[in-house]
């Protein structure tokens, strides 16, 4: 089985001003993928940014990009010049690509703030 | 149509009534998830369709749970005998084929009284 932490319960951030957000995740598996979801206050869930386990080189979009470090287990998401509307839940997902089902796990989520 | 849709929105429901969920994935997508999310947590997997496949009930937390997808479009939850636990949003995603990305719906928030 396998278990997604984000240990930062809540953020906040100036606007403009780049902010982090953590994710550690425990698995024994080699092919997965691993997502950062924003979900604002219409509940809807929002792919942000996509890794691959296989790939070495970081994923970017746009103002996000993520730092994946395999051996660590870690992949935290990297928000530069974060705007008003970059606040919302995240969550960093795991998705095991050897599973049938191919579902999701979830970690507990971050509340960012952009503050003005 | 053009994304997920998600059926009610909100639903208020007394403890121990039966509530019908529903889902309209995206045309074509023929891989169906169901998840909960309890007030301040992340999202818990409840149940996968794909295709005319048996599905993964895994995630079901009780026997009160059930779902079913009909004509491997439309997906409906049933919760029966609702509990104040039940109380969550239930959140739907489909996807293309498995293991591709899924899209959300904007969930059905269920109360129980």
């Known amino acids: 089985a396998q278990t997604v932490t984000q240990s930062q319960p809540e953020m906040s951030v100036q606007e403009a001003e780049t902010v982090t957000l953590s994710c550690t995740y425990d698995t024994s598996e080699n092919n997965y993928y691993l997502f950062w979801y924003k979900q604002p206050p219409s509940r809807q869930m929002i792919l942000v940014i996509r890794q691959e386990a296989y790939k070495q080189q970081n994923a970017t979009e746009n103002r996000f990009s993520v730092n994946f470090q395999k051996a660590a287990k870690s992949f935290s998401l990297k928000i530069s010049d974060s705007q008003l509307g970059d606040t919302a839940m995240y969550f960093c997902?795991?998705?095991?690509?050897?599973?049938?089902?191919?579902?999701?796990?979830f970690g507990g989520g971050t509340r960012l703030m952009v503050k003005p | 149509g053009a994304g997920v849709s998600q059926s009610p929105s909100n639903k208020v429901t007394e403890k121990g009534k039966d509530v019908e969920l529903r889902c309209d994935p995206i045309?074509?997508?023929?891989?169906l998830y169901w998840y909960r999310q309890s007030l301040g947590q992340g999202l818990e997997f409840l149940i996968y369709?794909?295709?005319?496949?048996?599905?993964?009930k895994s995630g079901l937390p009780s026997d009160r749970f059930s779902a079913e997808r009909t004509g491997g479009s439309v997906s409906t939850l049933t919760i029966q005998r609702t509990q104040q636990e039940d109380s969550a949003v239930y959140l739907c995603a489909s996807s293309k084929y498995r293991g591709t990305e899924a899209f959300f719906g904007q969930g059905t928030r269920l109360t129980v009284v």
């Open positions: 369709f794909q295709g005319n496949s048996a599905p993964d």
């Open positions: 045309s074509g997508h023929t891989a």
């Open positions: 997902a795991f998705m095991n690509r050897n599973n049938a089902g191919n579902m999701l796990t």
